[in-house]
């Protein structure tokens, strides 16, 4: 399997421009995370999705920001318009959710890094 | 609100030593607990994951070990290796019964360097 695959790999833009950061998580896996990494907040959950419904979006930082995941193999997180503390690295993760007794394991993808001028 | 820290927050060992890595959360109703590897510009990789109900797992140099009631889990690296230089992070699942749907809350990472 090739993993979880994200794009782009880095995205410079300048503020107010709209940003699509892309996930294809693990086939066969039924939940998606989406994570931003900064050196002063560390990693924080933004949202995460089980069979292609959100579950919890508290970790959206504002309106600016929204995630779609119209089928099982992709999700996209949208920042509109964008501003430059948005600049951070974007992970997408994935794993396989049978249930409240199994003990399953998050797969990251390689990230997206971020810079709004 | 579970709060998870890792101490230290950079530590740098000659080659050879064998190290251990703290974790202590707030709220010890957790499911399990993982510990991450992360490279410079990489994704997170798992390393080795404890049930709640379990006291410490393995893998090759790896040993992770879990004190539930305490809140602490600990990662110990034998014979630490130059390969071995990343960042380490744990997180811990929440005990939230069907509704968590493997949401896992992180530590800030302990930055590790082994110098030959």
């Known amino acids: 399997d090739a993993g979880v695959i994200q794009s782009p790999r880095h995205e410079v833009t300048e503020m107010g421009q709209e940003v699509t950061l892309r996930c294809k998580p693990i086939?066969?896996?039924?939940?998606l995370f989406w994570y931003r990494q900064t050196m002063m907040r560390g990693l924080e959950l933004l949202i995460y999705?089980?069979?292609?419904?959100?579950?919890?979006d508290s970790g959206m930082p504002e309106d600016r920001f929204s995630a779609k995941m119209p089928n099982a193999s992709f999700s996209t997180l949208k920042i509109q318009p964008s501003e430059p503390r948005d600049s951070a690295v974007y992970f997408c993760?994935?794993?396989?959710?049978?249930?409240?007794?199994?003990?399953?394991?998050?797969?990251f993808g390689s990230g997206t890094q971020l810079s709004v001028l | 609100k579970q709060e998870v820290t890792q101490i230290p927050a950079a530590l740098s060992v000659p080659e050879g030593e064998n190290l251990v890595l703290n974790c202590s959360f707030t709220d010890s109703a957790i499911y399990n607990l993982q510990w991450f590897r992360q490279d410079p510009g990489k994704g997170l990789t798992s390393l080795l994951l404890?049930?709640?109900?379990?006291r410490e797992q393995t893998s090759g140099r790896l040993n992770a070990s879990l004190d539930k009631s305490s809140g602490r889990s600990t990662l110990y690296i034998a014979a630490s290796q130059p390969g071995d230089s990343a960042t380490y992070l744990c997180a811990v699942r929440k005990d939230a019964g069907g509704t968590s749907y493997g949401k896992l809350t992180f530590g800030q990472g302990t930055i590790l360097t082994v110098h030959p």
């Open positions: 993760a994935s794993s396989f959710w049978a249930g409240i007794s199994t003990n399953e394991k998050l797969f």
């Open positions: 086939s066969g896996h039924n939940s």
């Open positions: 404890i049930q709640s109900s379990q």
């Open positions: 999705f089980n069979n292609n419904v959100p579950i919890d």
